[in-house]
């Protein structure tokens, strides 16, 4: 693979699809980590201060909705519905890279867009349920007695979904790059030509 | 939008909003079936939890442990011993205990986690019995309950546990306590979150002074009334 600085670069993602995926992400581990310290006997054993992590975890939903709505609402909105309208739409190529054929891919590709849509719907239902977890103790006409089983799968479905992308983000040789898309928000040329070989021919012509 | 035509070629198919809408049709109807399939796998994951440290839901209980084990009952040594701030003091065995006129209800259980069990038939000793049996002195204010599972204890004032569904409880949906529920004697105090009903119990000490038990010593409010405490509010 080509390297060094004379590598041409393609623009990847804008401010706001990083900004999205960031507040995303940086709420993800706070809630995680604080979920795990009210839900786990031996860490919750070992933090203690019981009251400080709920109000944690609580606050912490609440300012990744409200930092959510902000994006939408303040950022590139257009961009985003475009992210949304390539995602949903899934082409042969895209079928056939699944049963790893090995398909050209577009500016995502078929795996991306499967742990979008996942990711999307986690965070539907994580809402969904912890709304009835928190009412709940408030109102326990709300209480529903399976909601926090279901919170509890849906942690165990993000961990196992949050592992895999750390491992292509940040370990696996071939697709690490990407990191540098989300973070810089560029790729090199010739990365995007073997990962996403339509989108960077399109994106090439564009430059 | 307007620059997005209706229909797609024959090539490409909307597959991701109908994914989504699959995905979250499923997770909110689990709300409904969760709670039946998470029983039916309980004795797998109930093995799986024991091993990794309780990381499972099991059933609609989750069995939790400080120490990482549970103590095991054995009838013929097993002993409640209750004493402190009283007149006579006592060491029941099983037997006695049992032989206590039985008190039952069905009560909803809370644990401060977040999970309830519904419809929770107990069987056991309302506590005014034992109150009889020992005589606490005037003195006394609260009853520090000691379990088995080291270090693990905690507390509730005499004013608690004259609550009428109060109950040193030695039977769970019509079958002797098991293991994982803490027997042979559980406290149950359906009001308090299930921190303060001590399982495996062994000892009863009345004191003058309430303790702090094993969960307040970890930031946890001493009177865990559901709804109230903890971080809930009503």
Redesign the interface.
């Known amino acids: 693979m080509a390297t060094g600085p004379r590598a041409r670069r393609l623009p990847r993602f804008s401010r706001t699809e990083r900004a999205l995926h960031w507040v995303h992400a940086s709420a993800f581990f706070v809630l995680f980590g604080s979920g795990l310290c ?5 860490l ?2 070992l933090v ?5 992590l ?2 944690i975890h609580v606050y912490t939903a609440l300012a990744w909705l409200a930092a959510l709505a902000l994006v939408l609402l303040a950022g590139d909105r257009r961009r985003l ?1 475009a992210d ?2 390539e ?6 190529d895209d079928l056939g890279w699944l049963h790893r054929r090995g398909n050209p891919q577009g500016r995502f590709n078929a795996g991306q ?2 742990n979008t ?2 990711t ?3 965070a ?2 994580f809402t ?2 912890g709304f ?2 928190w009412y709940g ?2 109102n ?1 006409a709300f ?12 942690m165990y479905i993000s961990f196992f979904l949050v592992l895999g992308h750390l491992y292509l983000s940040l370990v696996n040789p071939s697709t690490r790059h990407s990191l540098s898309g989300i973070t810089r928000g560029w790729v090199r040329e010739d990365w995007a030509l073997k990962h996403h070989a339509k989108w960077a021919a399109e994106a090439s012509r564009e430059d | 939008m307007s620059d997005v035509p209706e229909s797609l070629p024959p090539s490409e198919h909307r597959y991701g909003r109908r994914g989504f809408l699959v995905l979250v049709a499923g997770g909110a109807s689990s709300l409904l079936w969760a709670g039946p399939v998470s029983s039916f796998l309980s004795p797998l994951t109930s093995a799986a939890s024991q091993l990794v440290g309780n990381l499972f839901p099991v059933g609609g209980w989750r069995i939790y442990t400080i120490s990482g084990s549970m103590p095991i009952f054995d009838p013929s040594s097993w002993r409640l011993e209750i004493g402190g701030l009283v007149k006579r003091p006592r060491t029941l065995t099983y037997d006695e205990l049992t032989a206590l006129p039985r008190a039952e209800q069905t009560s909803t259980f809370h644990c401060v986690t977040g999970w309830t069990v519904k419809n929770v038939h107990w069987g056991g000793v309302r506590f005014q019995q034992l109150f009889d049996l020992v005589q606490p002195l005037p003195r006394a204010t609260a009853v520090r309950f000691v379990s088995l599972e080291q270090p693990y204890e905690d507390s509730l004032t005499l004013e608690q546990l004259r609550l009428p569904d109060a109950m040193l409880a030695y039977r769970l949906d019509h079958q002797a306590l098991s293991r994982p529920h803490g027997a042979p004697a559980r406290v149950i105090l359906p009001e308090m979150y299930g921190y303060k009903g001590v399982k495996w119990l062994t000892r009863m000490e009345f004191v003058a002074k309430q303790p702090r038990g094993y969960w307040e010593q970890h930031g946890y409010d001493q009177n865990a009334w559901v709804g109230r405490s903890n971080g809930y509010r009503s």
């Not at chain 1, 009210?38 to 031996?42: Q, R, V």
């Not at chain 1, 209480?143 to 849906?154: G, I, T």
């Open positions: 009210l839900y786990l006997p031996s919750a054993q203690g201060r019981r009251p400080l709920k109000d519905l949304a309208r995602i949903d739409v899934f082409d042969d867009k499967v849509i996942v999307a719907a986690l539907f239902l969904l349920t009835f977890l103790e408030r326990h209480r529903l007695q399976n909601a926090l089983v279901v919170h509890d799968w849906l």
